[in-house]
C-alpha cells in the first residue's frame, strides 16, 4: 500500500500489510424499518459530509423510509418525505440537474401490488419533491446513472419487469439534458430483460462509460451481454465477450488485481444447465476481452447481492456475496477477503440472507467501510436489516494509512480523461506536478467523476482526492 506525502516536494513510500476483516452487528439506536425484498442505498443527501440511507421493503408494511445520520452512525428517521412506499425495486441516487444536490429514483410494487417509478429531487436542503419522468413503472430489474455522450450531466439505463400481472421484460436508455429533464433514445441494441441487473465499466480504458446487462428474454434465456459506446452515447453488442448468462441475481464491477483496468463479477441463476447458481470473477485484458478465474471459492448464490470493497483498507478489492445457495444451510452472507492478485479466501460468515439488498459506505466517519444487508434473515428478527459495522484497527499506528477514500480510478497511464468511482462523495480534486506545483483543481460532490486531463503535458502528477475527512493520493501517468 502507498502512502504519498505532499508538500512543496512530493515524497513517495510505500508500506505493505495485511489485517483481518473484522465487523460486529450493532444494533442501530432508532431501529430500521423492515426490508424483506427491498432495496438500500447510501449517500449524503443534505451536504453535512455523512451518509444517510434510504430503505424500501415489506416485513411489516411496505414502506420506504429515510434516516439522516448524525455523523456518527446513528440514524432518525425523516419524516415528512413524498415516498411512495414500495419493495421488489431498486433505489439509486444521482445528481440529475447539476446543483450540487443529489436525486433519487425509486422503482417497486406498492402495497396495492401495482408497478410504480418516480423520480424526486432534492430541493437543497435534504428534503425531496417528486417530478415527472417518462421512466416506465417497473419492479424485478435493476437501473444504473452516468454520463454516456460525455455532455457532463447523468443519463440512466433502466431494465426489469413493466406492465400488468406478470409483467414484460424491457431496456430503456433516456438522456439527460442536464437539467434532469430525460429523452428516450428510441434505438438502441439491447435486449429487451426481466429478472434484471445492469452496470456501467469502462472496459478499454477509452473514457467511455460501456455497459453489461443480464436477465432472462422473452424466451426465458439467460443473458449477460456487453455493449460498447462509441463515445457519444451509441452502443454496439460485443462479440468477443461472453459472460455466463443469469437472472436473478447481480453485477458487480472494480478493478480486482489492481492492473488499472475494470474486472467483473456475475452472480445469479446461470443458463449453464447443471452449474445452477454462480458468482463468477472475469479479469479484464485492458482491451475488454475478459478471462472467467477459475480458482476463486466464490458460492453461487440466487435473490441476492454481490459487492466489491475494500474492507481491510490494503488497497484488493474484497468481495461479499449473499442469497439463496444450493446446499445446507440454504442461503448464506460471506466476505471473502481478497489477498491480492485475485487470491481470495473467506474471512467471514455472517448472518445467511435470502430476497437480499446490501449497501457500503462509512457510516461513523472512521475511515473504513460499514453495510447494511436487507432480505429475509436466518437470525430474528428474519425480516429486519443487519447493520454491520468495520472494527478495523491499524497496527501501524502514525503509519497507517486507513484514512484513504475507498475509489477505483482508470484509467492509468490515461491520455484524456480518469474515472473515479468512489463509496463515499468527492468534494476536491488536486493535481500536482513533480515540483509539488498545483496544475489543477476542481471542487465536486460526486461519488463518480470523469476528470479531464488533456491539457496537462505527457508526464508524472499526483492526484489528491478529498472530502472532509478522508485523502486518496495516487501518482498518475499521463501519456
Not at 472496459?203 to 424466451?219: C, F, R, T
Given at each position: 500500500m502507498?502512502?504519498?506525502i505532499?508538500?512543496t516536494?512530493?515524497?513517495?513510500?510505500?508500506?505493505?500489510y495485511?489485517?483481518?476483516?473484522?465487523?460486529?452487528?450493532?444494533?442501530?439506536?432508532?431501529p430500521?424499518?423492515?426490508?424483506?425484498?427491498?432495496?438500500m442505498?447510501f449517500?449524503?443527501?443534505?451536504?453535512?459530509?455523512?451518509?444517510?440511507?434510504?430503505?424500501?421493503g415489506?416485513?411489516?408494511?411496505?414502506?420506504?423510509t429515510l434516516?439522516?445520520?448524525n455523523?456518527?452512525?446513528n440514524?432518525?428517521?425523516?419524516?415528512g418525505?413524498?415516498?411512495?412506499?414500495?419493495?421488489?425495486?431498486?433505489?439509486?441516487f444521482?445528481?440529475?440537474?447539476?446543483?450540487?444536490?443529489i436525486?433519487l429514483?425509486?422503482?417497486g410494487?406498492t402495497?396495492?401490488?401495482?408497478?410504480?417509478?418516480?423520480?424526486?429531487?432534492?430541493?437543497?436542503?435534504?428534503?425531496?419533491s417528486?417530478?415527472?419522468?417518462?421512466?416506465p413503472?417497473?419492479?424485478?430489474?435493476?437501473?444504473?446513472?452516468?454520463d454516456?455522450?460525455?455532455?457532463?450531466?447523468?443519463?440512466?439505463i433502466?431494465?426489469?419487469?413493466?406492465?400488468?400481472l406478470?409483467g414484460?421484460?424491457f431496456?430503456k436508455?433516456?438522456?439527460?439534458?442536464?437539467?434532469g429533464?430525460f429523452?428516450?433514445?428510441?434505438s438502441?441494441?439491447?435486449?429487451?430483460l426481466?429478472?434484471?441487473?445492469v452496470?456501467?465499466?469502462?472496459?478499454?480504458?477509452?473514457?467511455d462509460?460501456?455497459?453489461?446487462?443480464?436477465g432472462?428474454?422473452?424466451n426465458?434465456?439467460?443473458?449477460?451481454k456487453l455493449?460498447?459506446?462509441?463515445?457519444?452515447?451509441?452502443?454496439?453488442?460485443?462479440?468477443s465477450?461472453t459472460?455466463?448468462?443469469?437472472?436473478?441475481?447481480?453485477?458487480a464491477?472494480a478493478?480486482s488485481?489492481?492492473?488499472?483496468?475494470m474486472?467483473?463479477?456475475?452472480?445469479?441463476?446461470?443458463?449453464?444447465g447443471?452449474?445452477g447458481?454462480?458468482t463468477?470473477?472475469?479479469?479484464?485484458n485492458?482491451s475488454?476481452?475478459f478471462t472467467?478465474v477459475?480458482?476463486?471459492?466464490?458460492?453461487?448464490?440466487l435473490?441476492?447481492?454481490v459487492?466489491?470493497?475494500?474492507?481491510?483498507?490494503?488497497?484488493?478489492?474484497?468481495?461479499?456475496?449473499?442469497?439463496?445457495r444450493i446446499g445446507?444451510?440454504?442461503?448464506?452472507c460471506?466476505i471473502?477477503?481478497?489477498?491480492?492478485?485475485?487470491?481470495?479466501?473467506?474471512?467471514?460468515?455472517?448472518?445467511?440472507?435470502?430476497?437480499?439488498?446490501?449497501?457500503?459506505a462509512d457510516?461513523?466517519n472512521d475511515?473504513?467501510?460499514?453495510?447494511?444487508?436487507?432480505?429475509?434473515?436466518?437470525?430474528?428478527p428474519?425480516?429486519n436489516?443487519?447493520?454491520?459495522?468495520?472494527?478495523?484497527?491499524s497496527?501501524?499506528?502514525?503509519?497507517?494509512?486507513?484514512?484513504?477514500?475507498?475509489?477505483?480510478?482508470?484509467?492509468?497511464?490515461?491520455?484524456?480523461?480518469?474515472?473515479?468511482e468512489a463509496?463515499?462523495s468527492?468534494?476536491?480534486?488536486?493535481?500536482y506536478?513533480?515540483?509539488?506545483?498545483?496544475?489543477l483543481?476542481?471542487?465536486i460532490?460526486?461519488?463518480?467523476?470523469?476528470?479531464?486531463?488533456?491539457?496537462?503535458?505527457t508526464?508524472?502528477?499526483f492526484?489528491?482526492?478529498?472530502?472532509?475527512?478522508q485523502?486518496?493520493?495516487?501518482?498518475l501517468?499521463?501519456?
Amino acid at each position: 500500500m502507498k502512502k504519498i506525502i505532499i508538500s512543496t516536494i512530493i515524497f513517495i513510500s510505500c508500506y505493505t500489510y495485511s489485517q483481518t476483516i473484522n465487523v460486529t452487528l450493532t444494533t442501530p439506536s432508532t431501529p430500521f424499518q423492515d426490508a424483506d425484498v427491498g432495496s438500500m442505498a447510501f449517500a449524503d443527501i443534505d451536504n453535512d459530509n455523512d451518509q444517510d440511507l434510504l430503505i424500501t421493503g415489506k416485513g411489516g408494511p411496505v414502506k420506504t423510509t429515510l434516516y439522516l445520520n448524525n455523523g456518527s452512525g446513528n440514524f432518525t428517521e425523516a419524516t415528512g418525505t413524498p415516498f411512495v412506499n414500495v419493495y421488489s425495486g431498486t433505489v439509486g441516487f444521482a445528481h440529475v440537474n447539476n446543483d450540487n444536490f443529489i436525486d433519487l429514483y425509486i422503482t417497486g410494487t406498492t402495497g396495492g401490488g401495482t408497478r410504480t417509478s418516480n423520480l424526486y429531487i432534492n430541493n437543497g436542503n435534504g428534503t425531496f419533491s417528486i417530478t415527472t419522468s417518462p421512466f416506465p413503472n417497473s419492479n424485478g430489474g435493476s437501473f444504473a446513472f452516468e454520463d454516456i455522450d460525455n455532455d457532463n450531466d447523468k443519463d440512466v439505463i433502466i431494465t426489469g419487469l413493466t406492465g400488468s400481472l406478470s409483467g414484460v421484460g424491457f431496456t430503456k436508455l433516456y438522456t439527460n439534458n442536464g437539467s434532469g429533464i430525460f429523452s428516450e433514445v428510441l434505438s438502441t441494441p439491447f435486449d429487451q430483460l426481466g429478472n434484471s441487473s445492469v452496470v456501467f465499466i469502462d472496459v478499454e480504458n477509452d473514457g467511455d462509460k460501456d455497459i453489461i446487462l443480464a436477465g432472462k428474454d422473452s424466451n426465458n434465456t439467460n443473458l449477460t451481454k456487453l455493449y460498447l459506446n462509441n463515445g457519444s452515447g451509441v452502443f454496439t453488442v460485443s462479440s468477443s465477450t461472453t459472460f455466463a448468462g443469469i437472472s436473478g441475481g447481480d453485477l458487480a464491477v472494480a478493478d480486482s488485481d489492481n492492473d488499472g483496468d475494470m474486472d467483473v463479477i456475475v452472480n445469479g441463476s446461470s443458463s449453464q444447465g447443471s452449474q445452477g447458481w454462480i458468482t463468477k470473477l472475469y479479469t479484464n485484458n485492458g482491451s475488454g476481452i475478459f478471462t472467467e478465474v477459475t480458482t476463486t471459492p466464490f458460492i453461487g448464490t440466487l435473490t441476492g447481492a454481490v459487492e466489491f470493497a475494500d474492507f481491510d483498507n490494503d488497497g484488493d478489492k474484497d468481495v461479499i456475496v449473499l442469497g439463496a445457495r444450493i446446499g445446507n444451510p440454504s442461503a448464506m452472507c460471506k466476505i471473502y477477503q481478497n489477498q491480492g492478485n485475485n487470491s481470495f479466501v473467506e474471512s467471514n460468515d455472517l448472518i445467511a440472507t435470502y430476497i437480499a439488498s446490501i449497501a457500503i459506505a462509512d457510516i461513523d466517519n472512521d475511515t473504513d467501510l460499514d453495510f447494511i444487508i436487507g432480505g429475509t434473515h436466518f437470525t430474528a428478527p428474519t425480516e429486519n436489516p443487519k447493520l454491520y459495522k468495520n472494527n478495523l484497527n491499524s497496527p501501524l499506528g502514525v503509519l497507517n494509512f486507513n484514512n484513504t477514500i475507498d475509489v477505483s480510478y482508470f484509467p492509468n497511464p490515461a491520455k484524456d480523461f480518469v474515472n473515479f468511482e468512489a463509496y463515499n462523495s468527492i468534494e476536491k480534486i488536486s493535481i500536482y506536478n513533480v515540483l509539488g506545483e498545483v496544475v489543477l483543481k476542481e471542487n465536486i460532490y460526486d461519488q463518480n467523476y470523469k476528470l479531464d486531463i488533456s491539457m496537462l503535458t505527457t508526464g508524472s502528477y499526483f492526484i489528491k482526492l478529498e472530502n472532509k475527512n478522508q485523502v486518496k493520493t495516487f501518482k498518475l501517468i499521463k501519456i
